[in-house]
Structure formats: structure tokens, C-alpha cells
């Protein structure tokens, strides 16, 4: 229902801006870096072999090591350590997280992992957009819809909402990460949009 | 930040049912269709011929040959007539407004729509995502919060909004104009969501 | 609980702007009308002959004639044309809706609407100021909530609100006609806020 | 745009239950009325004298004497005393935070008094429908903005809120006498919404 | 996790000071007090007499002993007659009711009287902070969840919201009683919070 | 205007359950504790000595050793290390977020921490209950408001929001704490929300 030509480049995608939403010269707040320890050098070095790239939360956290140092041992604890959950989920619920609450850097680079985690461009927009709108299996939709009131109406989960995710077949110990996954972008979130931090532009062609 | 390898396919991803999220066979409520009037027919000959497809929102109206046409007009004279407000920023609030509403199939369709007419990836997922992220011109932020407080508490718009058009330079026709895309996104979110309605999923991949 | 008897008029009802409410000179934003098209000045006249007037969102949309084309063909079509729903119960979906919105114009006009066609005035109250108030039949009451939840929160439509509908006794075509309706208004309450449009004042009397 | 002949009258209004909206036997829960005090008998008799009937909200708190003498003390204190507001201004208080509450009994009693206070009729259902509609002079703009802020997010008026009531002319005790009237409405909208009252049928056809 | 040792007082909390957030000599909206009628100083003489003090509500409202003496009533009658709610449960729902509003006056005043009534500190500080948390029987959890909707979203209350009222073996007068308690907060809530009204400093210390 | 002296013990204090509200020997969602690493262990220890108890958070994280130390590790460094912000602010922002999530568990803790570490009792009752009612500094102010608008609607921070802290005499480093304080009690007020978390009962008679 669109027109399918492109219209020449409007005036704010001028190769001069090109890049004006995305990897502009200020990430975040433009605080000036630390050095980086030998443990976040060694780390930077990992992103930019498997990735390619240093992912800009990486960068806007390098003002201060020890800030910089927890965030990542906190992230790579909760996203790759053993859990109930796959990471597609933590993923998954991580998106969804997101986008209650609109954050245009969470959703740009995790929308790219569910994308490439799950091998299916369509699950990606889905969690971006509406997960409601995702035909998912009981167990996810289950997650999800915990994740979500947790994020809009923390106050109102009561005894019947984990009830719900037991009966979907989670444990206390999934409960546990679904509930730290879907605080620590609620965390992130906030601090990216209160910084106005901006994400690599490289996710957004990612595995589409 | 995410692993970049992908993971094997979940389960809902198998080829089988690789088009869980768009796509299936039933595009709404599976009303059966009618048949096309001429004028119908030539305009989805159009459709394909120009973008290779038929909207599935054109197949979901096409159990009713009236609401069909109604649909067709309103929509052809809003998006495409002349305007004091671009193509491109026509789609940009239908995807501002899309967003508030969180409406999958509107987000997607119109999405890759302002990503093809800006020539800019980017900007089609800022207006997914959260068009306050973007860095617009005053003019089309303007517009974007016209649209948004209108989609988002209609009641509360007053003259002082009507003013912050006018001084961003909009005329009282542009103003219509923007009223006229985000009513009609607001009817168009709202027959999607409620019916159900899928994309066609060759809009995710289009100008990435 | 209130004094019978009127207090003198204040300021604002003295007879020089005794319409002050309604039926100014400005309807909306005040574009400059177009010439009719034969087909209009015909419906304009059938308006006049039946009605008495012609409802000023008709002289707002006679700025553009593909404009009032189109929304006359649309609003006859869902408001006129055979459907499961009653005309009745289309108005009803209408007021709720726009109670929901708070449009002061659609609410004048349909709960006038509303109160003719059921011969019932405290019907018409009572979707103008809550519906819920009112001792409908499961069926009318199912048709309501539906309608009121997809104007609030239409990103929560799921298949359990179809379901409830199903169950009410509503066909597929039935739930798309709900659907439709309902999102014709959240497009109208919209058109009409954002452009400040005043209802004719004949509508305030009638039928009470 | 509404059909203008009645259809028949729909089931539910058939003369077996006409009055299925109000004046049904059970105002509100059900309570045995007490014997009424003799200075509550004289209150009725003056009611029946003045207005013809006997409001329900004074029927259904007449299970209880005290309790009824104290809502009437407190009413006719609020709504009938000197003030800097006059009596349609309180009236407008009641029915623009009754709007925002959403009470059927309110709106309808109240309502019936700003048309019967203002003499404007248009007046009572703008105050019903949406006050931001309604084009007041900036004093009672100001109060009812104040008003409805109150009675939506009481936690977050400041002082900010207070002194745009007094840049609108109202001295501390009129802040006072806003506040009174708005919050005494806040308490019966929950008071009628939780107890199902209906109102008197009588006021629908008041002042029109 | 906190600190244990008390840092030095911050500046705002000078001797000079040092009740800046309550007891300063502006309670409310510094009002000129009208002299007390003899029931009125009688009253006063009990407080002071019972509680050590006179509640700044009292002193607020002051001004005029019309309104004194009608809040006076109101509450007492609410609060300590005879009722199928005991005067703790009648206090539960004051402070529940106050939370959802955020009121400071009304949480520190009745927060204290749930502490004092029910020997129960903790309870106190569940009521304030938030009702859900507390491990409640479930008689008093469906009165102050519904009491909690009834203040949230009066509109949407409906039979069922009575029929759990029912279910948890509350009477047709105790849903007037919840009703009636929970509609006084909203009122006093909203008085307290328009007019900055501030509590006795003494309450905070009460019944830890 | 409560009842000074105290009630008998309602059922739900008994002795035998006293602790009804905290303390329960189930403090989350149960998971089996871990051994504590010689560090944790360590820090348990100091916890001990200088607080007298080990909170509860730290407990409930007990089950996993790398998540109790990422956790503890983010703890200390944004609410202990230098910052511009006081750390009596910072816990302000921790009990103001906590108040608009409505968290039991940081309410309690981290109010007991604003009353200890400003020496006013009545400043933790404020941030507890409507930091809006306290009367700060507009430093503190501003602070507080852009921490409640990050927390209640992150989507909506803009720069006029980051300005208003310039504004306010922040640097870029002080905005990056006040959000990544916001942040972590975004995050720690959901998973002490969604795992039922209970504070250690000590902290409701500390410095009051």
C-alpha cells in the first residue's frame, strides 16, 4: 500500500548526517572515557572479534571502570549464564521489556539478537512491536505476559502471577531470572533513555 | 552485546510453520472473500504490478465489495493526494501513531514505507520504536506530538496545541491534514488488532 | 438536590453569543468551502429534507470534495448498509466510543442518535456518560466492552476478546462490523478534537 | 447524520421495565429505610415542595439518620453557602469531576441543575461531555482545570497548581471552596458508582 | 544495606527549620480561624484531652464552623459508630485509599491510627506502602482491593466488583460502609493535597 | 482525630505470627542458599558488624554466588562511591522511585536509610509517601522529578528534562547517577516485587 520507489534522501539523511539518529560522535552523556583495565581491554577485544564492533553501552559505561566492570559482569550473568530459560528468551523478554517502555537503544540492539538467536527476522519485529501479536507457545506467552505487568504495573504482581508461570511449568529458579532479566531492562532502559545514549547502527541489519 | 552466531531455529521457526507470524492462510477472520468489482480488480493488478504483492489489509476488506472501495478511496486520497505535508511525513505519523497503538500489521506495512520513501533505515525504526528518539526538524517534531497526544489522550487537545502547529508553520489545512493520517491510523490500528490482521511478510526485508 | 429555579443567564449565554457552545460561524479550522459536486449538493439536499440540516462535520469536509466523498461513502456503508449489528447498535458502539474519547461533537450527535432510534432518552444518557451503568443484555454488554476496550488499550486485543464475542453470539462478520465501527469513531472523535468541530445545536433537544 | 424516525422501541424499553436505566424500585443496595428524624422529614417535605420530588441519593442514605443528616449538612453547606463561587460554578465543579469519574447518578442530577442554573443547556452537556470543549472565560477554565487535575492525579498538584488559581483571580478561601466542592464529588461519584444509585428519571428532560 | 550511622543534618533540617515538612505555622491555606462554637471547643478540649492534640485537620478547616462541624460529623460517624467493619478495618481502607491518592496528610495521620489500633507497626507501614504486599485474610484483602479499584477506576466498578464483596461475607450495609469510608478519603485526600494541608509531626512517632 | 490507645492485637498479630509482614523464614521465591564465597562471606560479616543483620536482598540472592556478587558489586558502587550526588540523595532517588513502583521491600529499607542518614524522620515519611509534599531545595527538586518521570514514563524524557537538571546546576557525570541510581530501583523494585521479597523487620523502628 506504499509506493514502492524511494524519495530522494530527505534533508536529514544527507551523507553530512547520515548517521544522525545512530553512532554520532556523542553516544550518551559525552563523558569523557577512562583508560580501560586489562580485564576491559581483554573484553573490547572479544566484542570487536566475534562482533565486530563495541556495543556503544559499552562505551558510554567506560567513563568509570568499577560502573563499567558491574554492569558487564551483571549483563553477561543474567544473558549467558546456566538458566531454565534459552537466551532466546532472555532475549525475548528482554525485547519485550523494551518495548513497554519504548527505549530505542534497548530494542534496536536486542531486537537484532532475537533476530539472529532465533533465525526468524518476523519473531524479532514481533517482540518489538506487540508480543501479544506473536503466536507463541503457552510457555513464552506465559513469560512474556509476566514480564510486561512486572514492567507497567510492578505494584499489582501478586501470588496468582506466579502462580501463572508455575503452572506454565517454571520453577522458583526460573521465576528468579525471568523477574532479574526483565528488572535489569528495566534498569538499562531508563538509564539509556535518560542519556540519550544512541546504538551502533550496525544492528539494524542485522539478520533480517 | 548479543551473541552473534545464530541459534538452530526454534521450534515455532521450522520451515513448516516458518511464516507463524505473517502470511498464514488466514490473513483475519477468514471471511470468505468476495469477488472483486472491476475497479477492484484493476487496482489490485495495479498492486501487483507496482509492488508485487497485494496488501493483505486490501484481501481483508475484500469480503465486502463497498467497504472495500471505501477503505481504497480514503486511504488513496489521505496518503497520496496533494498535501502541505510530504508523502514521507504522511507515513511517518501513520507510524507514529501505529506505535502509540502498538498495532503489529500498521507498524510493519508502514514501517518499510517510510523506510523506502527516506531512503533511511533508521528512521522507519525510530518511528517504530519511539519517534522522540529521532533527530527531526522542529516542524515534523511538531507533528509527531500533534499526532501522538492525539492518538493518546484525544480529549485533552486544545487551542494551544492547535497553536504549536501554526508555529511550527503548519497552515489550517496542514492541520487538517494531520488530524485526517492520525484519525485514520486510529481506525486502521483498531480494525487490526481487533480482526487479528497479519502483514505480508515481504514488507520486513524491503529498503533495510 | 439542585435549586429549580434558573438563574439569571450568565455572561457567556447573553444573546450575542448565545451559540457559543455550538452553531459559531466557525464549524472547524474554517477552510473555505468548495463548489459542491452534483452528487453532494444531492446528498446535502436529502439532508435537509430529512433531518432538517446538514450536520456540520459535512459542511467541515466540504473543503475537499474527494474528501466528503470518501467519508460519506464510509460512514454510510458502516453506519447504514445490512450488517448483524442493528442500527441501533451501531450507535451505541459510536457513543460508547466516543465517551471513552470524550468528543464532544460525535457524542452530541450520536447520543442524539442513539435516543431516537430506541425511542429511549436515558439510553442515549447512559452511553454518553457510562455505559457500564446501563442494564443491557449480555449480548449489547459484550458488544460494549469489546468496543471500549479496543478505543483504550487496543494493543491488548487478543483472541480471548474475540472469543467473548463468539460466545456472546457474535459471527465472524459480526465481530469485524463491532471492530469497524468502533474504529470509524476513534477516527472521527479524533478529526473532531484535534479540529475544535462544533456540533449543530438542534442535536441537543432531540428526542429527549 | 442520524436517521431522524424512531425505530420501534427496542426490547429493553419495552413499558415492562421503561425504567431499566432509573427509578427501578432498588435506588442503590437494597438498605431498609429508617424512620426519618423530623428535621429530615421537613428536608423532604421542602424537596417535594421545591423540586417536585425527593433526590435518590437522599433515599438511599436513608437507611441511617446520622448518616444522612451528615451528607446533607455537608451538601447543602458546600453547594448552597456564600462563597467567592457562585452556585453554577460549584454545579460546573460537580459535573466536570463527575465526568472524569464517570458517574451516571452525578451526571445526570447535575448536569439537570447547570442547565437549570446557567439557563444554557448546552452549557450542562459540556460540562457532562468534555469542559476542555466548552469556551469559557479563563476564570472558570482555570477552576475546572484545577478540578479535574485533582480529582485525576491528586498526588501531583503543587504549588504551581494553586497559583494559576490565584493569577485567575481566586483568593485562598475560593482554593478552598474548589477544592471542597471537587472533592466532595469525588467522594459521592464513589459513593453512587460503588452502591449501583440511580437517579431520578425526572432530571433527564430538566432544562433542555 | 543502608548506612547505619546517622549523618550530620542536612541543611533543610536545621533547628531553624527543622519542621519544614510538617507543624509549621501554615497548615493549609493559612485561613484566618472563625471562633469555635462551644460544641466545636469541646471537641477540641477532647482531643486535646485524648489524643494530646488537635489534629491540624481540624485547625484547618477552621476557618468556618459550618464546615468544621459537618466534616466533624461526617467523620465521626464514619469512623467510629457502630458498623460491620471493625474501626481497624474502617482505618485499613483510609490508608489504602490514601496510598492510591498519595495524600501526606491522610498516610501519616491514619497510618498512624492502623499502627495504634492494631498494636501492628508493620501493618501500618504495608497499608502505606502497599496493601497487596500484606498477608491479609482474604475478608480484608477483597475490601481493600475493592476500595483500591473503587478509588482508581470508579467507572469500571461493577456488579461483580459487589458480588467478590459478597463472596468475602460482607453485608449489603457493609458495602456501604466500604463504600462510604473509601468515597470520605478520596474527598479528604483531595482537600488535603489542594490545599498543601500538613499533618501534626507528633504522628510519626506513634505506635513504631 | 484516631483513637490514641491501642486496640487488643487483631488475629493476624498473634505472637505466633507476629512477624506476618517480614521475616518470614521464606524471604523470597526459597531457593536453596549456596555456600557464600570467602568474599561474600567477608561481606555478611561487616554487614553484621556494622548493621547489626544481613538485609534480606542480599539472602534472596544467596542461591547463585556470581549473581550475589554482581549485584553487590553495582550496590556499593552506586550508592557508596563518590559521586556528586550525596548519598543521602541518592537514597532519596531510591525511595522516590520506590515509591512511584510502590515496592514494599525498598520502601522500607531504603526509607529507614533517608531517615538515618539526614537525621528526619519526617524527610524518609516524605520520599515514602509524595516526595511532591516535601519541601526541598530545587536542586533536590529537580532531581527527584526527572527520577519519578524516568521511572513512570521513560519513553518521554527528552532534553528539556536532561536541560532542567543542567539547569538545576548538574554536570553530565551528576545526570548519569541520577539515572543509574533510578535505574537500579527500577530493576530491585521488580524482583523484590515479582519474588514476593520481605524486609528484615529491624528496619521499620530505625531512626524514627
Known sequence: MRAAQAAPRAKHQDP??????DDTEIIALDLPPAPLTPDMQAYFGKCEEKLGFVPNVLKAYSFDMPK???FVA?????MLAPSGLTKLEREMIAVAVSSVNRCYYCLVAHGAAVRALSGDPVLGELMV????AARLEPRQRAMLAFAAKLTAEPWAV??????????AGFSARDIWDIAAVAGFFNMSNR???ATDMRPNSVYHGQAR
Chains 1, 2, 3, 4, 5, 6 share one sequence.
Open 16 to 21: 553530512a548526517d547520515a548517521a544522525a539518529g
Open 68 to 70: 563499567l566492570g558491574a
Open 74 to 78: 551483571m549483563y553477561n550473568d543474567l
Open 129 to 132: 512491536m506487540n508480543f501479544r
Open 158 to 167: 501478586e501470588d496468582a502471577d506466579r502462580q501463572a508461570l508455575r503452572d
Open 191 to 193: 538509564v539509556a533513555s
